[in-house]
C-alpha cells in the first residue's frame, strides 16, 4: 500500500484534516454568527451587571461616597470635642493647683465677696 491513494471522504464527511477547519466554520456559516451573538449577549449582559454591582450594589460607588462624607462629619466632630476637652482639661488643672482660679470661678459664676469686701453693681440704662 506504498502508492496507494487516500480515498476522498463521501459527500458530507469530513476527513481528519478538515476536522478542526469544519468545527470553528461550518459550511454555512451561520452556526458561527449564531454563537458570537450569544456570547456578544452573555458578555454584555455580564458588563452590565457588573457596572450595576459596581454603582449601586453593597460596597459599590454610592455606598463609598456616603460612607466618607459620615468619616469627613465624625473627623469635624471628633476635632470639635477634642478642642473642648483640651479647655475643660486646663481648666480642671487651674482647679487642682490653685485656689485663685477657685475664688475667680465663685465671684465671676456665683456671685460671691470676699469678707468685708462691698459688691457694688453698676446698671448700665438704656
Not at 456578544?40 to 449601586?56: E, R
Not at 478642642?83 to 486646663?90: S, V
Not at 487642682?96 to 457694688?120: H, P, T
Request: charged share 30%; aromatic share 6%; no cysteine.
Amino acid at each position: 500500500m506504498q502508492g496507494a491513494v487516500p480515498s476522498a471522504p463521501a459527500r458530507g464527511e469530513t476527513g481528519p484534516a478538515d476536522t478542526p477547519h469544519r468545527a470553528l466554520y461550518p459550511r454555512n456559516g451561520y452556526a458561527t454568527i449564531g454563537a458570537m451573538r450569544w456570547l456578544v449577549a452573555i458578555l454584555v449582559g455580564l458588563l452590565v451587571l457588573l457596572q450595576y454591582k459596581l454603582w449601586l450594589g453593597d460596597g459599590g460607588i454610592g455606598e463609598v461616597r456616603r460612607i466618607r462624607q459620615a468619616v469627613a462629619r465624625q473627623e469635624r466632630t471628633n476635632a470639635e470635642l477634642e478642642e473642648r476637652n483640651e479647655a475643660l482639661r486646663g481648666e480642671v488643672k487651674d482647679l487642682k493647683q490653685g485656689l485663685e482660679a477657685i475664688e475667680e470661678r465663685a465671684r465671676s459664676e456665683l456671685g460671691m465677696v470676699k469678707d468685708g469686701e462691698i459688691f457694688y453693681q453698676v446698671v448700665e440704662e438704656h
